[in-house]
């Protein structure tokens, strides 16, 4: 069953409810919702979440700040968040908005029915920035088709049981670096230069919302001579030295993939530059890919080699960046 609608509005405040029944135990489906290290992989919208302050006990408050993209941008808030497991419910409010949202909160609802499955209700409360009709519409649609979109991928997750646990892999590649942090952030960063600089990026165009936000379309050259192209999102932290990413079109193997690079300094005048991805497998997508005999542990091995062989190549190039730079010194 596809997401429902509900939508009222009392003086400038518009209200809206989606709504959505998951074939899952409400308890997992809680779960997902609760834990939002999971949202990047679970949600279609959600690019980086990070905890800013969470209350110690089970429940409470966190404080979350948010990257998500709304129309053909990524947008940035930062929201404080109420969390009941007794009730299954968790209120939200921002509390640092981005234009042309002036104000907005609400509720999920995770209710179980009769039938043993779970009903999940997702509320929003809103105004636009100076009530201007424009920016309201522009909320509206963000919020409408971003709230379908959430809810479907909610329902599609919980509904995997215990076969989300095969179909979900974390996996890293290093490289240790003699070399300054910020000349390996800077590599990694001007993702703009890969087709010059890396032999499997065939093509590449970069633009940036703002700075520390980029969109990338990228066709990737494979070892048969052919490219497949994916499209991501890039949220750079260069005073963490520190890029997250989001691939929003992925291969048809996966259903979703996100990473990171992470430069650490070792404390002897050498870094540790770190690739990390973490993927989650489509079964169908695998059998179009790689036939209907294939199995998951095969699957698993080949995004594996695939990437990592990528992001190794990459982390050997930062690499060498680094080093000639501190050579010519």
């Not at 910020?182 to 093509?203: N, Q, S, T």
């Not at 992925?250 to 870094?271: C, F, K, N, Q, Y």
Request: proline share 5%; hydrophobic share 40%; charged share 25%.
């Amino acid at each position: 069953m596809a997401p429902t609608t509900t939508t009222t509005e009392t003086a400038a405040l518009h209200v809206t409810e989606h709504s959505i029944t998951v074939a899952a135990p409400p308890a997992a489906v809680y779960a997902l919702v609760a834990d939002v290290a999971e949202w990047p992989q679970v949600f279609g919208p959600t690019v980086h979440v990070e905890v800013l302050e969470e209350a110690p006990a089970e429940g409470g408050e966190q404080l979350l700040r948010i990257w998500a993209v709304a129309g053909d941008k990524v947008r940035t808030w930062t929201s404080r968040r109420v969390l009941d497991p007794a009730a299954r419910s968790i209120t939200f409010r921002q509390v640092v908005t981005a234009a042309p949202v002036a104000e907005m909160g609400g509720e999920w609802r995770i209710q179980e029915l009769e039938d043993g499955t779970t009903r999940v209700t997702l509320l929003h409360d809103y105004r636009a920035v100076d009530g201007d009709p424009a920016a309201e519409e522009l909320i509206e649609q963000a919020v409408d088709g971003n709230s379908r979109a959430e809810l479907l991928a909610l329902k599609n997750t919980a509904e995997l049981g215990d076969a989300r646990e095969e179909l979900h892999f974390t996996f890293s590649d290093s490289e240790t670096v003699f070399g300054a942090a910020g000349d390996v952030f800077a590599f990694l960063d001007r993702a703009d230069l890969w087709p010059e600089r890396l032999p499997h990026v065939a093509r590449l165009d970069l633009t940036e919302d703002e700075a520390g936000i980029q969109h990338m379309d990228m066709d990737t050259a494979s070892p048969d001579g052919s490219t497949h192209n994916t499209t991501s999102v890039r949220v750079c932290f260069e005073d963490r030295k520190v890029i997250v990413y989001k691939q929003l079109r992925v291969p048809v193997a996966m259903s979703g993939h996100t990473g990171r690079w992470v430069i650490e300094s070792l404390g002897d005048g050498t870094v540790r530059a770190t690739s990390w991805h973490t993927v989650t497998l489509d079964p169908g997508g695998v059998r179009t890919a790689l036939g209907p005999e294939a199995t998951l542990a095969e699957a698993r091995a080949l995004v594996r080699k695939a990437l990592g062989t990528n992001s190794s190549t990459t982390l050997r190039h930062a690499k060498q960046f680094a080093e000639e730079v501190r050579a010519q010194s």
